[in-house]
């Protein structure tokens, strides 16, 4: 191994000593994916029975994305197995799987701490990282770009074990062998995996695992949405019939349920409950007690909230957050000049900028999740081990996070896998692992508590308020010569990361980002067109309330600036909206192939007057590679509010691996993109969200969604996930709609909130 720098890193010691920071062994890890009776393991990643069953392992988190699919689809194909004979069982935590396009994305927030010397260097740090971190983290769409190749490379080293054994009774070349529909063929010879398992599992994988020729994929084609689905979803039979396991439906012999209520945002003591008035509720057994916090334990969760009711705790605040408040803090940021830092630029926006022809201001109020399943988790605490049964996309963050709550070594916590009802990135925070270990602790018995709906909205981590200034130079015939993004908003994911990673609290993780300028914080910000002088500017603004991650994180915000923003520049100019765009995407033509797709898909007409059409697109990720959406969204206002009646999207996400997900996952992020537009926002009074209840968030009902087109364009790019493309694009398209229909431009999201 070649030493370099960062291989290891040294640094002066108290006495003039010397600290290694890293190891140069590497690591090897036990097969994690243990084996049953009948069953053979090839590795961490799947095992073969008797009876030709193929489980495969998934260490991401299934919140209804279809991960628990496309995964085990992945080494289904490059295996050759019959998809009929695929299970899948959770991946448990362990440093095997380790997710490094995400650890590397999130270096600042994880806080690696040296400037990088080489690509080389900056990949095995990465990799040290994630692999002793056992960082699995499910976030930002990277399951794909990290575990296909590995999930490939283990099917194809199995498929070799298979042939090998193969081979061997027929006496030929195992390369001769071809491994189809849960067989192994050699001419007339056919012997299926079931007989072949047990026996392949006493093989040495192959140095060099022989993958095949061509990737898993699915080519669009012309039937969309009534195309034949080759690999249905596998989680999708037991979520219809009911049998489908999420943290909620845990149950243990002599398990309580916990109920808890928490205290106003966002630095609050507990300082009083009626202890006298609750003694004789139905059913309790405990209460227990959290400096800010307190939770009733029960025989039920309902007579655990109702003992909750009686105690009528009460909280003591120095200083209750308020809306109004918030609002000025940005509305200063915004304005100000100084303490503003530079995100992006390209060329020389700021002379071009000295005097901008047009300027625009645009708002973002806080949004709440709206998970359908609120959070949830199950502890068992026994003979000095704590076992956690519980939905988290950073299972080894919660399993810490447990252990340092109880004082233990994380080696004596077993943290069990279990799927969420939707969470949008809300099931990064860990605060109800550390909470219901605390309380199974004390209540000496097994424990299941379960956030009620007010509590989620209370507790939970909304997605960032934001105040945005848009400014851009141009020319008499709508030539655009600068642009500057101007966000005002607090570093709301280096926030994030001091509570992921550092185990702060709230309040402590804004003191330590307070001030520091987040690049994630304004990502999407600088405009897919082609403009020549360019300039993204992150003005950090301290709010007092805690914020987090959400589906689109700050794509959904900042592509409803520019998209929005692009619209008034041709509105203003007196210029068609796709025309417009067209002219300035000569280098991005998988975009501009977008606009045109979506153009045909919704008959685009121009977007006049009264048309109640409007138009967004977008590009996430690098943008050599990355993945594109156009959207035309048809809406009115009406007396009953906004009425978004079709979204024709066109989409590029390089090569597709499962059409039928890729499409679910489109549809659902517009549909979601949909509630941020009209809705999912609340405000703050004396520490309390003004909107509780998911009956108060405004959410698109069935009844309400619209008709939605989507065409995939065929692609050889690396796949994208598309997860949070529609997300980005629907409020932008909506509020352009809109525009389109009654001349009013809205400039504040949700759309409506700030009246006409």
Not at 142 to 166: G, H, Q, V
Not at 233 to 243: I, N, T
Request: some cysteine.
């Amino acid at each position: 191994m070649r030493i370099t720098r960062r291989r290891v890193l040294a640094g002066a010691a108290i006495g003039g000593g010397l600290l290694v920071a890293w190891s140069l062994r590497p690591h090897h890890y036990a097969v994690p994916l243990s084996a049953g009776r009948d069953e053979a393991s090839f590795d961490a990643w799947l095992k073969i029975a008797a009876d030709g069953v193929v489980t495969v392992a998934v260490p991401q988190l299934e919140m209804g994305q279809g991960v628990t699919t496309i995964l085990p689809q992945v080494v289904a194909m490059e295996l050759g197995a019959d998809w009929r004979q695929i299970a899948v069982e959770p991946a448990p935590v362990s440093g095997a799987y380790p997710n490094l396009p995400l650890a590397a994305k999130w270096a600042d927030l994880r806080g690696a701490f040296l400037p990088s010397f080489s690509d080389e260097t900056d990949e095995w740090l990465t990799r040290r990282f994630a692999e002793e971190n056992r960082f699995t983290v499910t976030a930002d769409g990277t399951s794909l770009a990290a575990y296909e190749l590995p999930c490939r490379n283990a099917a194809a080293s199995a498929r070799a074990m298979l042939a090998y054994a193969a081979a061997d009774r027929w006496d030929v070349n195992w390369e001769e062998c071809e491994a189809r529909d849960g067989f192994i063929i050699h001419g007339d010879n056919r012997l299926s995996f079931a007989e072949l398992a047990l026996e392949a599992a006493t093989y040495s994988p192959p140095d060099t695992p022989p993958l095949r020729s061509m990737p898993p994929t699915e080519a669009p084609n012309d039937l969309g949405s009534e195309a034949p689905i080759h690999f249905p979803r596998l989680d999708l039979p037991s979520k219809v019939d009911g049998s489908f396991l999420f943290a909620g439906d845990v149950r243990l012999p002599d398990m309580a349920f916990a109920a808890i209520r928490h205290g106003p945002i966002d630095r609050p003591e507990l300082s009083r409950f009626e202890a006298d008035a609750a003694a004789g509720s139905p059913g309790l057994l405990n209460v227990v007690k959290g400096k800010r916090w307190i939770a009733a334990v029960a025989s039920s969760w309902w007579a655990a909230e109702k003992a909750l009711d009686r105690l009528a705790p009460l909280f003591k605040l120095k200083d209750p957050l308020d809306g109004a408040r918030i609002e000025e803090q940005l509305e200063r940021a915004v304005m100000r000049l100084d303490g503003v830092e530079r995100i992006f630029e390209r060329g020389d926006p700021d002379e071009a900028l000295a005097k901008p022809s047009h300027r625009a201001r645009y708002d973002v109020a806080p949004a709440l999740h709206g998970t359908v399943e609120t959070a949830s988790a199950t502890a068992r605490l026994s003979n000095g081990k704590l076992e956690l049964w519980i939905g988290s996309q950073a299972p080894e963050q919660a399993r810490q996070a447990a252990a340092r709550a109880l004082g233990m070594s994380a080696n004596d916590v077993v943290l069990y896998p279990m799927p969420a009802g939707g969470s949008f990135d809300r099931r990064l925070e860990v605060d109800h692992a550390i909470e219901v270990a605390l309380i199974t602790r004390e209540a000496g018995r097994p424990v299941q508590l379960t956030w009620s709906r007010w509590q989620e909205a209370l507790a939970g981590r909304p997605r960032t308020p934001v105040a945005a200034l848009m400014s851009a130079s141009t020319s008499e015939s709508g030539h655009i010569a600068a642009w500057r993004a101007k966000l005002a908003l607090p570093p709301t994911t280096l926030e994030f990361g001091e509570r992921l990673f550092g185990n702060s609290t709230s309040w402590a993780a804004i003191e330590a980002s307070s001030g520091k300028a987040d690049p994630m914080a304004v990502e999407g910000a600088e405009p897919p067109y082609g403009i020549e002088n360019v300039a993204v500017d992150h003005a950090p603004v301290r709010i007092g309330l805690p914020t987090g991650r959400m589906r689109g994180n700050a794509h959904g915000y900042t592509c409803f600036f520019t998209e929005s923003f692009m619209d008034e520049l041709a509105a203003a100019h007196k210029r068609e909206p796709l025309s417009y765009r067209m002219e300035r995407l000569g280098h991005d033509l998988r975009l501009a192939q977008c606009l045109q797709r979506a153009a045909r898909l919704a008959q685009w007409g121009g977007g006049g007057e009264q048309s109640g059409q409007g138009l967004a697109c977008h590009r996430m990720g690098p943008a050599e590679a990355g993945g594109r959406i156009a959207v035309i969204a048809t809406a009115s206002q009406g007396a009953g509010g906004v009425k978004v009646e079709k979204l024709s999207a066109a989409v590029d996400i390089g090569r597709i691996v499962n059409m039928d997900i890729a499409r679910q996952q489109i549809e659902g992020g517009l549909v979601f993109g949909i509630g941020l537009a009209l809705g999912s926002s609340t405000g703050y009074e004396q520490g309390l969200p003004t909107a509780g209840r998911l009956a108060a968030l405004g959410l698109p009902l069935l009844a309400d969604c619209p008709e939605i087109e989507v065409e995939f364009i065929a692609s050889e790019a690396e796949p994208f996930d598309p997860g949070e493309l529609g997300v980005a694009v629907a409020a932008p398209a909506i509020a352009n709609a809109l525009f389109s229909a009654t001349g009013l431009r809205l400039r504040r999201l949700p759309l409506l909130s700030g009246g006409l």
